[in-house]
């Protein structure tokens, strides 16, 4: 009885995401809307007083769009800019000629390394996005198959390596060398991005689905149309034969479009902050204090569940570390491999309360249950492949 009384905030956070995904799915209401009734209903069971359900739902919207409303506005206006004058065409079309559509997936995947490790991954999205479908439309591929290898790259190199910030909090909290970190993080990142990015889309079944409308070129521009590669990267549609009140009119239309992306991701965010406010986090991390399974295995377990019950990849990183931190001296584990597998599993499958789940999903128009089966499957793949290659490294370093 009172093992089911003290896991009761988990109990309330289940049946959260059960309300969640029947409101969502069976009666179709609005993301947003079903976010925020699941949120208040978590609350309300938690015996949490309205005041309190209120300000952690004003707060966890502040601080979800403090961060990323900017960047999902200007990441959307810059991928219409650069579908409407010709600059995604450009670049898709260059980068189809110099490795052919049978190895354009493998370039997409370097240039996803790249963008995960110089930027947030959020960034690296909302860049990336509009040259991933324009590049599928000219290959005739379904985009989905060149997004999955994106994210799966972006999201790899953005859990695994500083300085993001994720890494690099476990690197000061495990006291690790980091440049060890970064010869191990690159064994890691291979092999998991090559299994998540290229393997998972050809075991995935159709991917074919609609092109989201915001990033839909209702042109097809001849070659003396279309501005140079050079200039296609800086894209802002100035000097390309439209004037700046056509260019304002790509501006509104990408932020009318993306404006119901904004919210559902701020409703997300106050879902998380009610369950991070339940102290479920606090209960996993108690309950598995004590356990004598390896340091690694429970910094990857750990971190997975602290995941899976906030939504938020460093927070449960950093939660994970205080909890197996003291057993590295005790079991003479390797720091950086400690710091790669608390890695791993902050890098893991995701669902309603995480922001990243609910812009692969709006972005590229997707249903619940789709994301699920694409952005799910290639976090939970990222997390198991890197954990098994560390667990492999452990044995000979």
């Keep these: 009885m009172n093992f089911i009384i003290e896991a009761l905030p988990i109990i309330w956070v289940a049946l959260g995401v059960v309300l969640l995904l029947i409101l969502n799915m069976k009666f179709k209401i609005n993301g947003m809307l079903a976010l925020l009734l699941a949120a ?51 670049v898709s079309s260059t980068l189809l000629k110099r490795f052919g559509p049978q190895k354009v997936q493998w370039a997409i995947l370097v240039i996803g390394l790249i963008f995960g490790l110089a930027m947030f991954y959020e960034v690296a999205f909302l860049i990336l996005a509009p040259l991933v479908i324009s590049i599928a439309r ?82 097809v521009f001849s070659d003396d149309e279309m501005p140079s590669f050079a200039i296609s990267l800086f894209a ?30 701020g409703a997300g965010g106050a879902f998380k902050q009610i369950i991070m406010d339940t102290g479920v986090g606090d209960y996993i991390a108690d309950m598995m204090r004590h356990s004598s399974v390896s340091p690694l295995i429970m910094a990857w377990f750990i971190t997975v569940l602290l995941r899976l019950a906030t939504g938020a990849g460093t927070v449960s990183a950093i939660t994970a570390a205080g909890i197996v ?20 599993g902050s890098n893991t499958l995701t669902h309603v309360n995480d922001a990243a789940f609910w812009l692969f999903k709006e972005y590229f128009g997707l249903s619940i249950k789709d994301t699920f089966k694409t952005w799910g499957l290639l976090e939970l793949a990222n997390s198991v492949v890197g954990l098994l290659i560390v667990l492999l490294l452990s044995l000979v370093v």
Aim: some cysteine; charged content about 15%.
């Design 40 to 90: 208040m209903f978590v609350g309300v069971c938690e015996w949490l007083p309205l005041e309190a359900i209120g300000k952690s739902i004003e707060n966890g919207v502040g601080s979800t769009l403090g961060h990323l409303a900017l960047i999902i506005l200007f990441g959307a206006i810059l991928g219409k800019l650069m579908v409407d004058s010709g600059a995604a065409q450009r």
């Design 138 to 219: 000219e290959a005739k591929i379904p985009f989905l198959k060149l997004g999955i290898t994106m994210v799966a790259a972006a999201t790899t190199a953005h859990s695994l390596f500083p300085p993001q910030l994720g890494p690099t909090a476990l690197v000061t909290a495990f006291h690790a060398d980091m440049g060890m970190v970064y010869i191990y993080g690159i064994i890691v990142a291979v092999p998991t991005v090559i299994c998540s990015g290229i393997l998972l889309p050809k075991l995935l079944g159709n991917l074919d689905r609609p092109i989201p409308e915001l990033l839909e070129s209702q042109k």
């Design 236 to 265: 802002f549609d100035v000097n390309r034969g439209r004037s700046m009140s056509d260019v304002m009119k790509s501006y509104t239309v990408a932020i009318e479009k993306v404006a119901m992306v904004v919210f559902i991701i």
């Design 325 to 344: 931190g003291p057993m590295i001296t005790i079991f003479n584990v390797n720091r950086a491999l400690m710091v790669l597998a608390t890695a791993s």
